[in-house]
């Protein structure tokens, strides 16, 4: 038949029609007349429907329909069947209509124990389309299931199955969840009902999962995959794989099963499955379900079956480049339909970069292509290929093509793909030409996605800046070009940013200043310039264009346009200004002293201009400075736009490619979140036991909204403070060496040296003093997670001077933090505190073992439980040169063994983690591919946790 | 799938089909919401937007527009080409099928699409398969339904005659 698209508008006939449908050869009884229909009467009442003028006239007819239906319902005078199925069907048609429908159920339940199929059918249709959780009905509903289910004839056994899947109550799957299984594997089930067995019990299974009793019959069903008849294959699949999702151990052996059957499907002529052959693509649909079962798992374990199934991808993606065996839209939707349901296996085994960088040139064609949907989903699905590691790169070449989309594509759910793979796609390499293209976006972007928008340049402007100034002006940018769309998470951000990292602060305080000059500015603008010149105002103060007197002239300008919580934070600012510039005090307190503020109508406004009022009055110089002293440092923590993001889109769709790093390294990453040290101790640093104390969670509360000018009142001095910034390089550099420097500021230096020997260790710490003045009060507090023993410092240190201090470790078992060293002290009246992760880790704890090749091989096979093996692909950080490698490896504190790999390029190590209480072996091998620039390492010990730390200490290398 | 709608250029709903349990003021709800979103846009855009948490796809056939809702995972074009079997074996079943088709003859439009989709998955994908079981039906069922392609019965909305296949 020729099946032309739905746009072409020549009124031609098909010529290949399917014949006229002659009236049947008798009448279900009533109606009649006209073609012989089934129910006249309700073919009349539809058409009488369709002729009302009006809505209201539409109601009366109904209602006096209904009126009609009742009467009959109710009448002295049984009803025969086809009446009771017409008026039934009657109320159905009123009811898609969107009326409500209150009454009929007894007669449609009354028509489920008809003998006259049709009756039944119809019965069942009103049953699934108005289900009622009406418990007296469902028992009834339920028994005449029942007794289709047990009639033996397919087609009311069709019928009751049907009717169970479509309602799918709990009801339904207490009564039929044992039962479906069996007719699902018996023997002598017809295929049509196996189908309809199967995905009813899908459809259960989804409402009730705990009703349905895995068994015996999970691994019957598996072999369905096997079935001759595809129909019964398709539905199978379905089932296998929502099942497999909750229980893939017990679906494991699906994966072989689904390989074989996509390999024969893919690799046959296109005439071969004859009726399941969709416009030249064989089994579409039964296609993709393999590979969405298949994504339930990673790549297959047996080589040859995963080597099938790598032939099955390149077939098809071999299939992508053939020219198209049809013209017709639908050929190349069903066949590109399977490609990128095998795009999306590749991406979720992520292990082959050959195909992972094939897909990725695939969906680099489809970026240009003129189908709107091919783009879309290339789009779409290169997202996920930017966040594999083995693919960024080749995605990163197609930015001009996507950039270009943002500007050209009509369709704005288009257009929103391309922000949303600039976003995926974005690295430290590229970050500024995404974020000055999405800004460029944001001008004129829909307004449906510009909030979203304005959350991405954020996050990407703060995640790649190397340079905070330029942080700073996308956000000043940001609010000027999109103002009402930036949310308070986005501009509380770039405060906590500015106030965190002293270099940017003046350049803030001039950017925002200038900003604030534009007759008409956002008032998000207002609040970020109110905040940032209240505290570093006295950066700029020095030039005369920028006196305290024309800032303070400048916020106060914007003041009366304000709504009332910006009104409270330049009140704040204000008062900081008394501090930061006592010239213009008495020009402040006037302000504060006026009406409008000190009788204002606002009580929060009102109490803020007397308090400030009064502490500008009595306070002494020195008291006001402590109190108005500049805001303490944020602790660091995961970005509250990257939640606001992740909320927005919901979780799981926000990835990157550190979060999936972080992800597969897992959370014993000690290095992986600063908060992570501050929270409580994970259970395997439990196990070091002794007299360890409890890691103080002294993060401050998260400010919210309106009080983060409050926290200059609150008392900081008892909390530890966050690491501080850079320490997590720097403790990474220590993991291959003892000594060096851990940390410098412009106040303090602190260098070790250490030397470990077995399960001890010894580490001297140097505290010097860079300043002239003395340090005051000053305690380093080593946060145990080790058995470690300190001797106490001197309080005070003087300008110029070091300190030492000694630390004897011993480890007692094996573990995962690294302790935390606190420094508190006074420095010419502030209080500082600052902390660093001590870099003990437990490859410090590593005696070298030499042992042959043949030793080694033998401990390697023994070590093969998939829990002692943990492995890390990931790419090369510096260049790849063998000998500083096998210095970082000796350093580590493994053997470096030679001549032990076949592959001479390889590294082969091997060595004993001492603890007090056992001794645990540990053999590496690290591969790199120089053509890739990536490395794998594998890490083997008796003991999953230490395989894991020691990879992911050993994996920060190189 | 979670479930699908067909609805005529006027925003009448002419088919629904759930998948999953929703209230009825829900279910309103939503039908309200996509047919406004799906009409509101363009002919040459593109097929699937994102609704919800949900993916809708959907295409026109003449006057009537068929829309189904899809999980994240869940794979587009093949949907797509779930919407246009459905409308193929509409043709072959009715001849020709025309909106008026579905609106008078709106259970075999049901039977047809729980032959083909049950619980929101595809159940059998033949062509020959799905009309055999519905035609088996007929057999039972001893009548014949109406054939609008073949009938001048007088009908207002002009739109509703033409063929889903032009």
Redo the contacts between chains.
Sequence with gaps: ?D??G?????????TA????????????GGGGGG????MRGL?VF??DI??CKSKEAEIKRINKELANIRSKFKGDKALDGYSKKKYV?KL??IF?L?H?IDFGHMEAVNLLSSNR??EK??GY?FI??LVNSNSELIRLINNAIKNDLASRNP?FM?LA??CI??V??REMAEAFAGEIPKILVAGDTMD?VK??AA??L??LY??SPDLVPMGDWTSRVVHLLNDQH??VV??AT?LITTLAQKNPEEFKTSVSLAVSRLSRIVTSASTDL???T?YFVP????S??LL?LL?CYPPPEDPAVRGRLTECLETILNKAQEPPKSKKV?HS??K??VL??AI?LIIHHDSEPNLLVRACNQLGQFLQHRE??L???ALESMCTLASSEFSHEAVKTHIETVINALKTE??V??R?RAVDLLYAMCDRSNAQQIVAEMLNYLETADYSIREEIVLKVAILAEKYAVDYTWYVDTILNLIRIAGDYVSEEVWYRVIQIVINRDDVQGYAAKTVFEALQAPACHENLVKVGGYILGEFGNLIAGDPRSSPLIQFNLLHSKFHLCSVPTRALLLSTYIKFVNLFPEIKTTIQDVLRSDSQLKNADVELQQRAVEYLRLSTIASTDILATVLEEMPPFPERESSILAKLKKKK?PG?VTDLEEIKKERSSDMNGSAEPTSVNSTPSPSADLLGLGAAPLTNSAPPPSSSGSLLVDVFSDSASAVAPLAPGSDDNFARFVCKNNGVLFENQLLQIGLKSEFRQNLGRMFIFYGNKTSTQFLNFTPTQFLCLNLQTKPVDPTVDGGAQVQQVVNIECVSDFMEAPILNIQFRYGGTFQNLSVKLPITLNKFFQPTEMSSQDFFQRWKQLSNPKQEVQNIFKAKHPMDAEITKAKIIGFGSALLEEVDPNPANFVGAGIIHTKTTQIGCLLRLEPNLQAQMYRLTLRTSKEAVSQRLCELLSEQF | MQFMLLFSRQGKLRLQKWYVPLSDKEKKKITRELVQTVLARKPKMCSFLEWRDLKIVYKRYASLYFCCAIEDQDNELITLEIIHRYVELLDKYFGSVCELDIIFNFEKAYFILDEFLLGGEVQETSKKNVLKAIEQADLLQEVSKFNFSGQSISMVGCESKKFLFL
Excluded: M
Excluded at chain 1, 6 to 14: A, E, G, K, M, N
Excluded at chain 1, 283 to 286: D, E, Q, R, T, V
């Design positions: 038949a099946l032309r739905p746009t072409s508008r020549q009124p031609v006939r098909r029609q399917a014949p006229a449908r002659t009236p049947g050869p008798g009448r279900g073609g012989g229909d089934g073919a539809i058409s369709r002729n069907c159905l048609f898609l969107g409500d199929y049709t059918q119809i249709l699934s389309v087609t069709g199955l049907h899947a479509n799918g109550s049509s189908q309809s995905l009813c899908l459809r989804r409402t595809l129909g398709t539905a379905s004859q009726d399941y969709y089994a579409p649909w039964l993709v379900k969405r994504q639908q939707n069903a590109n339909a990128f349901e999306s709107t949907n783009r879309y989903l009509r369709d759910s288009v929103q919901g769709t």
